[in-house]
Nanobody, 124 residues
């Protein structure tokens, strides 16, 4: 049974930093590209970032480019999303997802498995 478990969310102030983690189990982690998506209250889930199986390729949404960094440690079956210069509009539930491919994707429906999400709230 595949599980993705996110952690690291919380309540922070504008300009703060936070690192989210997502640990995978029940899958061969380096067979998968990993993605991060988020869903703000009253909005649809949106793409944030993705990283290829080996970490050599990353893509970011324009709204987070230069502020967020995605990286992974395959030996620990973990993908990370480092969030910095946080803004109130970054408030959302953040989800990690796994896509069985040697490529990457920004498309939600390409992803095979999803975590339960972790809440990030940025206080103004």
């Amino acid at each position: 049974q595949v599980q993705l478990v996110e952690s690291g969310g919380g309540l922070v102030q504008i300009g703060d930093s936070l690192t989210l983690s997502c640990v995978g189990s029940g899958l061969t982690f380096d067979d998968y590209a990993m993605g991060w998506f988020r869903q703000a209250p009253g909005k649809e889930r949106e793409f944030v970032s993705t990283i290829s199986w080996g970490g050599s390729r990353t893509i970011y949404a324009d709204t987070v480019k230069g502020r967020f960094t995605v990286y992974r440690n395959n030996a620990r079956n973990t993908v990370f999303l480092q969030l910095s210069s946080l803004r109130p509009e970054d408030t959302a539930v953040y989800y990690c997802a796994a896509y069985r491919s040697k490529s990457v994707s920004t498309v939600e429906t390409d992803y095979d498995y999803w975590g339960q999400g972790t809440q990030v709230a940025v206080s103004s």
